[in-house]
């Protein structure tokens, strides 16, 4: 204690000329004293000063120990440190980053020099890298002897610059000056690409090799580290290399078949600017090399999967030019890239293909096959069954869960005993668990807590916790709730009612198919269960009953329904078998999805700047108000704020064959602009959800699909393509009416062109028909582009790419555009070679 009295008084009266004096006086056991004294003061009741960095430095006993109590950027004591490190030196103190960091370079070179400590490499070259400077270098000889070049070995900041200084200008300067050997300092570079650091140090380090402006006969020398470096998973690096190596690629010392064996994997990329060095590389190879022109003919047949026409083009010209027509290993090869070549591409190859191969290509076969096959769904039907099942359905495992979850408990109400209560305590556990929450999943949680407060008789701790975390079912939600959610509210209080009489009756909406449909069959015999036991169908769980009726075989049904139906019950079917039902009693745009949308612009804030975005915007307009006795569907139509992703798909399948009205709010939401595309995710579950209904798509479908068409989000624009390509020849799918959507998105500039194009180039000669549909396709984009966008020429070389490949000509509903757009400068040729194919085929 009298060690620690004595600290605490020089630290606290800052004696500052007695503390190194204290220090080198402690015993071993002082020393843990007065460390366990800072650790449980500094940052805490005390702050650092130049006494607790001293401290630090005499007693923690292990470098973890120090760096846990330094004191970070603290102003270091250097000339008491060096006062302290005459008498005391950690043993720890050469492995120390962080307090050598703060010393600096040449610090700690004259500590290695006096024999305090031991250099660490790694360190070293961290310290160095923070001192750009000649004279830092200069210093000490070791430095241009030995450590610059831990700089090559180990990751540090000397991609990093301090104002005008940096280590490129620094290390050149010192290579003009002989101070260090110039090609040592090459062969390092390039070694340290091939040590993998960071993306960004390979980068800097291969600018360095070339900032030193290398000789032929070095790059000669020091080729095959270049071509190491075509192995590397970085492949920004390959464009450089190329550079660096094409002005040696003809020369006598270069090795040639080295290079072609490195290089094979690049022909298979798709990058651009790696493809547009490599090409004329090899054309270069091939015209110095006759011996080579077979082995480079099929090294470059790979660009012929690449969807882009210029490279396909560059590729073809080379074996055109340099490979033999007789060639069997050519034209064998060929074979295999037959389906990829695009058009210019065959006419450049004529003389390799067979007959077969130039003419018409064989008719591949395409059957649309369905996103989902329906599968039947059995109902609950023992206690020990439901059990299980109540401890799921708070999961979000399957929508029709909620629905099952219902039925059954409603059938087996009377079975259940107070020691099944028991059994069920973890689903009361799950439904406790999303207190707090919003959406159906806490009205079902609400629902189930107040069923197991009406039921258990003697109430577990987890019941009586959730009465006071929830409220009762009749009281649940607010004023602003989503009509929607009231409705669901409705049908669970006639539920739960239900239950209290010990009714035992069926849910008329819970489903029997996959996802959520529902057998006419099935729900007749259901309701001659009500009908023998003359009880009414809760109004809302009858009403979604009649919208899940899958539509099939309805004359068969309709007799069935007669003959076991009185006429009360078959008249609740009513809206099954008249089909204008609906079309009577609600507005024709919630029915058919055919919702107006409107071009504008949205104001975007970007820090003290506001900028304007193209938006295009569905109509759609919520009743702020409804009436006691409105329907499930006006409760449907009108729910829009408040409803999230997690309620999304349920709500979709409450209605499923009039889903309009929550695309376009989902629309509205995610996908009306470029920049806010939110909830991608969502946005997937959501369109796989619908498309699992196998319903024909409406426009507001076509809306969707080609948001998601152009959609920034990987895995969404995959999905959409997945769809356009399972969907396209489908005979009840409006390619037109897509393309029309999809054109005015781009026309309004909500999407940049190139996604479009690399989505269908992709999937070009699937099959023939596929080739034809995206040709329709691409004239209903075009025809509603009426000014040249962006990167316009994509599109147009893609439908003369389909053209050619459908043995089509130009359709005269872009005629007008074609003519029109001649006049750009960047459009000329590819309109002149879509107008002259026209004239060929006429």
């Not at 190859?349 to 003419?359: S, Y």
């Amino acid at each position: 204690m009298l060690i620690e009295e004595g600290f605490k008084a020089l630290y606290l009266n800052y004696k500052i000329k007695e503390i190194v004096p204290f220090l080198t006086k402690l015993t071993p056991k002082d020393k843990k004293e007065i460390a366990a004294l800072l650790k449980k003061m500094i940052n805490k009741e005390w702050g650092h000063n130049s006494i607790s960095v001293l401290a630090a430095l005499a007693c923690c006993k292990t470098k973890n120990e120090y760096e846990k109590i330094s004191p970070g950027y603290y102003s270091m004591p250097v000339d008491l440190i060096d006062e302290l490190f005459e008498s005391y030196v950690p043993e720890w103190i050469g492995e120390s980053h962080s307090f050598l960091r703060e010393m600096g370079y040449l610090k700690m070179l004259e500590w290695e020099q006096k024999g305090y400590l031991t250099l660490n490499d790694e360190i070293c070259a961290s310290l160095l890298s923070s001192s750009i400077s000649q004279d830092v270098v200069s210093v000490y000889p070791v430095t241009l002897e030995s450590h610059i070049w831990l700089l090559f070995e180990y990751e540090s900041s000397i991609t990093a610059r301090y104002g005008d200084r940096n280590w490129k200008d620094l290390l050149k300067t010192l290579v003009q000056e002989n101070k260090i050997e110039r090609f040592s300092i090459l062969k390092s570079s390039l070694s340290a690409v091939n040590f993998n650091f960071s993306k960004e140090h390979n980068t800097w380090f291969l600018e360095l090799f070339a900032y030193l402006e290398p000789a032929d006969k070095e790059i000669l020398e020091l080729q095959e580290e270049l071509f190491l470096i075509f192995h590397s998973t970085q492949q920004s690096l390959f464009p450089g290399i190329l550079k660096i190596l094409n002005p040696v690629i003809t020369e006598t010392g270069f090795k040639t078949e080295l290079f072609l064996h490195s290089i094979t994997s690049l022909v298979s990329l798709s990058a651009k600017n790696i493809l547009n060095g490599l090409l004329p590389a090899l054309e270069k190879i091939a015209r110095n090399n006759p011996g080579l022109h077979e082995e480079i003919s099929i090294l470059l047949m790979p660009v012929f999967l690449n969807k882009d026409k210029a490279i396909q083009t560059k590729g073809a010209k080379i074996i055109a030019k340099y490979g033999d027509p007789e060639s069997y290993r050519i034209k064998e090869e060929l074979k295999s890239y037959n389906g990829t070549l695009l058009a210019d591409t065959h006419t450049l190859l004529k003389n390799f293909l067979t007959e077969d191969e130039a003419g018409n290509k064989e008719e591949q076969h395409y059957e649309a096959a369905l996103w989902h096959r329906s599968e039947p769904i059995s109902p609950v039907e023992t206690v020990e069954d439901f059990i299980f099942l109540a401890s799921q359905v708070f999961n979000n495992n399957e929508t029709f869960h909620f629905d099952l979850f219902l039925d059954a408990l409603l059938r087996l109400n009377h079975q259940l005993e107070e020691d099944h209560f028991n059994q069920l305590e973890p689903a009361f556990k799950a439904a406790f668990k999303l207190k707090g929450t919003l959406g159906l999943n806490h009205l079902l949680a609400t629902f189930f807590i107040n069923y197991g407060l009406l039921r258990q008789q003697k109430k577990s701790s987890v019941l009586l916790d959730a009465r006071l975390e929830f409220p009762r079912l009749e009281n649940w939600g607010e004023k602003r709730s989503p009509f929607i959610f009231k409705a669901y509210q409705q049908l669970l209080l006639g539920i739960f009612e239900r239950l209290k009489e010990d009714k035992k009756l069926p849910v008329l909406s819970a489903p029997d198919y996959t996802p959520c449909w529902i057998s006419i069959n099935t729900l007749t015999d259901k309701l001659k269960i009500y009908q023998d036991q003359n009880e009414q169908p809760i109004p809302f769980d009858l009403q979604m009953a009649v919208l899940r009726v899958k539509k099939e075989n309805l004359e068969e049904a309709e007799q069935y329904a007669k003959r076991l139906l009185n006429k009360e019950y078959y008249t609740m079917l009513t809206p099954v078998f008249d089909c204008h039902y609906f079309t009577e009693r609600y507005e024709k745009v919630y029915l058919d999805g055919r919702f107006e949308w409107t071009p504008g612009k949205r104001k975007v804030y970007k820090w003290n700047t506001t900028e304007e975005i193209p938006q295009l915007w569905v109509n759609i307009n919520n009743k702020k108000e409804l009436p006691e006795n409105s329907s499930l569907l006006d409760s449907l139509f009108n729910s829009y704020p408040g409803v999230y992703h997690d309620d999304m798909i349920r709500i979709l399948y409450t209605a499923p064959r009039f889903s309009g009205s929550v695309f376009a709010k989902r629309y509205n939401e995610t996908l009306s602009n470029a920049v806010y595309q939110y909830d991608s995710k969502g946005n997937i579950e959501f369109l796989d959800a619908w498309l699992k209904l196998n319903l024909p798509f409406q426009p507001i479908h076509y809306l969707f699909l080609s948001a998601g068409l152009l959609n920034k989000d990987k895995t969404f624009y995959g999905m959409a393509f997945e769809v356009l390509v399972n969907k396209a020849v489908s005979d009840d799918f409006n390619i037109p009416e897509l393309g029309r959507l999809t054109g005015q998105m781009i026309s309004f500039e909500l999407a940049p062109v190139k996604r479009l194009t690399d989505g269908i180039s992709s999937f070009i000669n699937i099959s023939a028909l596929h080739n034809q549909v995206f040709e329709k396709l691409l004239i209903s984009i075009l025809s509603a582009i009426k000014s040249p966008v962006f990167n316009l020429k994509k599109i147009l070389e893609l439908y003369y790419e389909l053209v050619n490949l459908n043995h089509s000509y130009a359709d005269e509903a872009i005629a007008g555009q074609l003519k029109e757009w001649e006049k750009e400068n960047n459009l000329k040729k590819i309109i002149h070679q879509i107008k002259t194919h026209e004239r060929k085929t006429l």
